[in-house]
């Protein structure tokens, strides 16, 4: 076989029906351009058995149960043997020619290169308000060029640029304190909207509210870590109206890019809940700190 051209992590916390799905879609990828794939895994032994007999050509790599996301990212950077590295989620469905289309963006001249992400879960309302909720800002169409934040979640980077910032990926935060180090460092991130994925899954409204709030908690109290006791106590209170910045934000966001505003209408419900525990969950990370959050994010 063929040396691999690009790298794709995928970690694994959701179980094996969104698993399979990412992974099918990647094999597909493996006809096109040489991939390692590599899904670093926190469930355990009966998934990686499926995994390894459904997609023997994936490289699993076991984990704790506590290992958080960022710390599952880490460990399949530092297994990672292609030139180019990429990330995309469990539930994330890339399309065909999207291994090509990143390293076509990083032969461009990037460092990191990131694309839009549209909604493929698409069944119910409760389906968009998830969605919405949290990827308003990516849904194309998109501005190109030279940005300073990338998502998460369909972004490559070069592998010379991870190894420079290992600091970065390895103090257990999200993409954003990444982005902003290479950034910092004179690295080129490098937004290409024409690079879509789909992200299909599905929640119980107990579950997303839960998982808004974990986030929110971990993002913050990750972010206050070594802020004064004053400051934590002043962000805390100021993070009251997070709510309803968050609910114009979103509900502007989704008008102006004149796309779904159908499915918005109906999820309007559904966000007031879910964006009052995203601001819940931030006031509590601010105030009494992250706590376990992390490691209960999916």
């Not at 993409?175 to 290479?182: C, K, M, R, V, W």
């Not at 934000?249 to 499915?263: A, G, L, P, S």
Request: a positive charge; aromatic letters at 8%.
């Amino acid at each position: 076989m063929s040396a691999p051209a690009l790298s794709v992590v995928v970690p694994s916390v959701n179980g094996f029906a969104d698993l399979e799905r990412a992974l099918e879609a990647l094999e597909r990828e493996r006809s096109r351009t040489a991939l390692e794939v590599l899904v670093p895994d926190r469930l355990g032994g009966v998934l990686r058995e499926q995994v390894a007999r459904r997609f023997p050509w994936v490289t699993v790599l076991p984990a704790a149960p506590d290992t958080t996301i960022p710390e599952l990212r880490a460990l399949a950077f530092r297994a990672a043997a292609a030139p180019a590295v990429a990330v995309i989620e469990d539930h994330v469905l890339v399309p065909p020619g999207w291994a090509a289309a990143m390293l076509a963006a990083l032969a461009g001249g990037a460092d990191a290169v990131g694309g839009a992400v549209e909604n493929a879960a698409t069944e119910t309302v409760l389906d968009w308000a998830a969605f919405l909720c949290e990827y308003s800002q990516l849904l194309p169409p998109l501005p190109a060029g030279p940005v300073a934040g990338l998502t998460g979640n369909n972004t490559a980077y070069r592998r010379e640029a991870l190894a420079a910032l290992r600091t970065a990926w390895e103090a257990g935060r999200w993409e954003d304190h990444l982005h902003a180090a290479l950034v910092t460092a004179g690295y080129r991130l490098v937004q290409h909207p024409e690079i879509v994925v789909g992200h299909r899954k599905h929640y119980t409204v107990a579950e997303y509210t839960g998982q808004r709030f974990l986030f929110a908690r971990a993002w913050a109290g990750m972010r206050a870590r070594e802020w004064s006791p004053a400051r934590r106590a002043v962000t805390g209170l100021l993070a009251l109206a997070l709510p309803l910045v968050l609910y114009v934000r979103i509900v502007r966001t989704v008008w102006r890019k004149r796309r779904h505003r159908r499915e918005l209408v109906r999820a309007l419900p559904l966000l007031v809940l879910f964006v009052c525990a995203w601001g819940l969950g931030e006031v509590t990370g601010y105030t009494a700190g992250a706590g376990q959050a992390l490691r209960q994010v999916r």
